[in-house]
């Protein structure tokens, strides 16, 4: 807080920040073809008007939203230790990546897992997603023949498979009640690359 | 078809049956508060009065909708071959079944597993998920404690885990399109109990 902070009793100014927030949580929670500016000034208890002067409509919300998980997601696809060295390494890391963005970012993320494709951002949503996909299939094939990854069930699935376990956490894992994003990260590693069975 | 079915270019009747599965895609299209009596008219193209006909209210279609999931996978639980033998076993066996009930019942079980808890009826079906989570996680500890399952993870964690992978089968498996309910079965059993990972 600075000096010059607002004095307590006022109300907190609106940034773009926290409309955003509001935003996410409000789509998340009514979907966002059935979230009005009615229910956008509700939740914000900001007047419509007062909205438009953070953003021109609600898709640009939508965008905003969905920028910052996709942002981090698709960098992690191009950093050096998701491209060099064995596939099972690049695989552990993109794992690691991925569960720490959903920890830092869950209503960002939870907002991305939910996307239907009825606009053009949700469609550009998608893409994006497909693209991460497709990378981390790759990656999978790649330690699929380099002997590291079993062959009997096909990249693809097993790409699905394993980023499906890991984005189920969205509907549970709250990193202020349950166990550290680190020790999560740790026990899913784990089951994924060994099986839950004891041998 | 029998002797006396209508002409074919006659409108299909509509049965309670066939307007469930209309309201349960657009239930899962447009978030179960999103969804007006104008929605469920227009997709099913029915008259709302005509849909009075066959239900008094949204929330008893959302109800039923609910009800096509949650019976089979509550019976599950307390068959026998989920109560007897060896935990490890009991596992597999509900793994197997939820994932048949999922590829059977998609729609069904895709809007069950959406439900946010707003109205008495999805704090009814969230209630009813709690118990089958609780009956997974129990027949876990017991695996653990029988030391078939590693101790490493609590039963709690692993349950969700393993159930998060099989229900995100959801989001992307089609019966008609990818390969058998049997086949994707197995695999999904497999990576979960042994680990992607070759040895």
């Not at 981390?136 to 079993?150: F, H, K, L, S, T």
């Amino acid at each position: 807080m600075t000096v010059n902070a607002a004095p307590r009793e006022n109300r907190t100014p609106y940034t773009l920040d926290t409309l955003l927030d509001v935003a996410v949580s409000v789509f998340t929670e009514r979907g966002y073809d059935g979230t009005s500016f009615q229910h956008l000034s509700l939740a914000s208890g900001l007047s419509k008007s007062s909205i438009y002067h953070h953003i021109e409509s609600k898709e640009q919300l939508l965008r905003l939203g969905l920028e910052r998980a996709l942002e981090p997601l698709m960098a992690t696809i191009s950093e050096p230790r998701a491209l060099e060295g064995p596939a099972i390494g690049r695989l552990e890391y993109l794992i690691r990546r991925n569960l720490e963005i959903l920890a830092e970012r869950l209503p960002y993320v939870t907002l991305l897992l939910n996307v239907h494709g009825n606009t053009e951002t949700e469609r550009w949503a998608l893409e994006q997603r497909r693209s991460y996909n497709r990378a981390v299939a790759a990656v999978v094939q790649d330690a699929i023949d380099e002997g590291d990854i079993r062959a009997d069930v096909d990249a693809k699935t097993t790409a699905r498979l394993v980023f499906g376990m890991i984005n189920s956490v969205r509907e549970w894992y709250r990193p202020e009640r349950n166990v550290t994003p680190e020790a999560l990260t740790a026990q899913i590693h784990s089951l994924l690359l060994d099986g839950i069975r004891t041998r």
